[in-house]
């Protein structure tokens, strides 16, 4: 990584060439900024350079296919776990991508910004989070870690982790051993308890219950779906 003398570095993870470039336009910095811009492709990218590279701050886009999302969540975790003292920030598509990752996952990051933000505003609250050192969120109780999925029973989150791995309802219904109109209704009350209203919506959320850390003392495969 290039020296620049009393600068912060920051990674940027945005897998389309297009929306770099207007993220490059837009937070172009001039030789008073305090930070540096660096930009990757893909999250294997900015793996390899975080071994050799130290970074303030890892920004990462929201954006393109479900694998290229879920790839920039679950390095944030890693982040998260092996270098706490880097600031991680999400930039998510929309304002309700925005919202669920601030319900499913408000510990894990320290600012979550919705890109159809206006530009001026996009900008400012970027800088703002990197100046303050993201959000401030209030310390948890050790009893409340698992707040962010208060909202959803055992029954609801199960039916979420199947459908990122791809499980259609009826494959679902036949591992949970329920009817399969019974999962139909416990899919939709889980889109209503996350202000989705679309399948698409749904696997958003799913991919960011996936991309979580296992905070209940269940393994990574099959206790998630008890």
Not at 47 to 54: I, K, N, Q, T, V
Not at 66 to 77: A, K, M, P, T
Not at 151 to 174: H, K
Request: aromatic share 6%.
């Amino acid at each position: 990584m290039e020296k620049h003398h009393g600068k912060q570095h920051v990674a940027i993870v945005e897998p389309c060439v297009m929306a770099e470039v207007g993220l490059r336009h837009l937070l172009a910095a001039s030789s008073r900024s305090p930070y540096v811009f660096h930009f990757f492709h893909s999250a294997d990218a900015l793996r390899e350079s975080l071994l050799s590279d130290d970074f303030f701050a890892v920004i990462c886009c929201l954006s393109g296919t479900r694998e290229l999302r879920l790839e920039s969540l679950l390095i944030q975790d890693e982040i998260a776990n092996s270098r706490p003292d880097i600031l991680r920030i999400i930039l998510a598509s929309d304002r309700q991508e925005a919202e669920l990752i601030k319900q499913l996952s408000p510990t894990l990051l320290n600012g979550v910004v919705s890109k159809a933000e206006s530009l001026s505003r996009l900008k400012s609250t970027i800088l703002e989070l990197l100046r303050n050192g993201g959000t401030q969120q209030p310390a948890q109780e050790e009893g409340d870690i698992t707040v962010h999925h208060r909202f959803l029973s055992p029954t609801e989150l199960a039916i979420l982790r199947y459908m990122t791995c791809g499980y259609s309802l009826t494959d679902i219904a036949a591992r949970l051993e329920r009817n399969i109109k019974t999962i139909r209704a416990h899919k939709f009350n889980a889109m209503a308890k996350l202000g989705v209203n679309s399948d698409i919506g749904l696997l958003s959320a799913a991919d960011l219950l996936m991309s979580l850390p296992d905070r209940e003392g269940l393994s990574s495969d099959q206790s998630y779906f008890l």
